[in-house]
DNA sequence: TTGACAGGCTTAAACGTTAAAGCTAGTGTC
DNA sequence: GACACTAGCTTTAACGTTTAAGCCTGTCAA
């Protein structure tokens, strides 16, 4: 039993193949009558179009692809939400590769995706290797790329970036109007994956401006790199406060990491945010949910998401006009002020 | 710039498109001779197959669809992700859908993946109304579909289950032998999104069977319905604390009920387990990362996605036999006792 | 009466790939 | 020298759609 297609609907109605593509696709000129009928038969017969057929004739396909590093990130996971949403209202689909942290999965992934005939790719955070992205841009001039968290030096992605800079200031900032005088930073990897997100070094900057600004001199004894792992956050912070002086506050460059360190705090019997106050990135669902609720600076992740499908879509229609246009659009990290900087006074528990 | 094609392959190597398409596949018949010529010339123009005519040609997609009615479960990302491994692994694609909660738009997810010649489906959750799946079915005899954690009375679909009812018994035994007298519930929602859940009945049926094994009564004044979310299992909470009798004991539903309740114990100032021990089911990330860690069922997600990987490989190789064969598969899940039930020995921080 | 034109359809050629069937030249067999 | 056989190709017809071009038939203006 083959799926029903143009031809049976055609043959069912003594008119051409043709003329039941139009009507499929809502062409004016077919008459009233001839629609009806088609129109009954394509629901009687329960017709549905091939996509794959449809795309290899008007030589595009049907998907959106998305890369992704790790979908068990919530970061990711909701930006990959929002844009399957949009994705699927203008009629599309999306095709969702996770990477696995590892960038020859990438690769693999955006291969498998160009052989698809993805119609624009969204590539989050740090999940494929910049020469791929450079074979592919040059394989398929005119498919809109989108980088997430990521800064790629082709002229052919529009990045949307969070301005991290910004956000670590304002993140160590807030530490200091809490009071504390020695703050430590848990940074993001400076190799291997993660390493090249937009936001890992930005984070870092604004932490060090903060403390200038402030008149605090900068101790590189009070930075320890993590790999954004609820783990390596955890032996970070033990590390600190195996210090002969250890800091009064510290700055994770994630959540995760965040999260990890709070545990160790709670390992080595000091209160948050008493003996150590503490700020993550990401704002992660779990960074409202446990005690203390930490604070952290919220990424935009919806508006991330959908300005994404947007571009996308902008992209797409304005098609055969060449290549599409770069875009680079920034958005900001907010601070969300909880129980890990504050204590526990009856506002923010 | 067209993307380079088997013809024009042909032409540069003197050779038909068909040579060229045995060289792509790896065909036994090419001399060696002609392979390097034209895998030189493959190289040389970046030739990628286009999946779309290959599809066309041989009558099937090239991706699996899974449908999932919330991506930022925990729960339902981890499946996903070890599924997207396994798909890519046998060279396919995954198409995502998030139904979000909505029954109307996991029908037309379904029909998006109906018309993009899926080779395979996988439907998680309540995501799915079942008459979509059933039209699905007889449009598409060939195409395995696994449902996990939703047994839908149609024959062409494989369950993948967790025996939930055995899952709730071991959960409740566990308060009872933790000393708990009054054990209440906090169910999943009874009617709307969530409700057609295999595990939703069960987990109550399996609590009901441990009190009455225990030679507890069984009490509806300590059944709450929640509807799987934060919130509800917190409102939930709040409700049975301000019973006459208030349970010494819950258990709930899911673990992000579970977390709900939490808060909202620790927000009546009484503690965790010392006042009310706690039980969820899931074990979400987060059950293992807050303070006290959460006791829970562990759902064993990574075998559930590899599971339904594995089925939908099979039936994709067998095919040409006629329809997938139904195959039901049970799995189990184990209790991780953490804190709130055993409190801070030692042992369990 | 002729021609122009428009409405409503059909024809036929693609799109990039695969696969069955056919062809050719060379080798071996008796 | 006729025959079969094989290795290594080519030819050709699809797969299900779309779309440009063409073909009738009827209407209307001049």
């Known amino acids: 039993m083959r799926p029903v297609t143009l031809h049976d609907l055609a043959k069912r109605c003594n008119v051409s193949t043709a003329t039941v593509s139009a009507v499929v696709n809502g062409a004016e000129w077919v008459s009233p009558k001839t629609r009806r009928r088609v129109q009954r038969a394509i629901d009687e017969m329960g017709y549905h179009p091939n996509q794959l057929a449809r795309g290899l004739k008007r030589r595009e396909g049907h998907a959106v692809g998305v890369i992704v590093s790790d979908l068990t990130n919530p970061f990711f996971t909701q930006i990959v939400r929002s844009l399957s949403h949009a994705v699927r209202a203008s009629g599309r689909t999306l095709s969702l590769c996770d990477s696995d942290h590892r960038l020859d999965l990438g690769e693999s992934n955006l291969r498998a995706l160009l052989e698809s005939q993805i ?16 074979a592919f841009v040059r394989a398929r001039p005119r498919v809109p790329v989108i980088a997430i968290e990521r800064d790629y030096r082709i002229a052919q992605i529009s990045p949307l970036l969070v301005d991290s800079e910004h956000g670590g200031f304002v993140a160590t900032r807030h530490l200091v109007e809490c009071g504390s005088r020695r703050i430590a930073m848990i940074t993001g990897p400076s190799s291997g994956a993660g390493s090249a997100t937009y936001g890992r ?32 956050g955890r032996d970070a912070m033990t590390q600190l406060l195996s210090l002969r002086r250890p800091p009064d506050a510290v700055f994770a460059a994630n959540d995760m990491m965040a999260l990890g360190a709070m545990t160790a705090v709670r390992d080595a019997g000091l209160s948050i945010p008493d003996d150590i106050a503490l700020v993550g ?48 659009e920034m958005f900001s990290a907010e601070l969300v002020a909880r129980a890990s900087t504050l204590g526990t006074s009856p506002a923010f528990t």
Do not use: C, W
Not at 119 to 131: A, T
Not at 311 to 325: F, K
């Open 281 to 328: 990135f990401d704002n992660v669902p779990m960074s409202s949910l446990i005690t203390p609720g930490l604070t952290t600076m919220a990424m935009p992740m919806g508006e991330l998401g959908d300005a994404a499908a947007r571009l996308l879509d902008a992209h797409i229609a304005a098609s055969g006009d060449g290549e599409p246009p770069r875009v680079r």
């Open 119 to 134: 119609i624009g790719l969204v590539v989050i955070g740090d999940s494929v290797p910049e020469r791929a992205l450079r």
């Open 201 to 232: 070094a930005k984070r870092f900057e604004g932490y060090q401006r903060a403390l200038a600004e402030s008149g605090m001199e900068f101790d590189p004894g009070l930075v320890v790199e993590g790999n954004f792992r609820f783990e390596s």
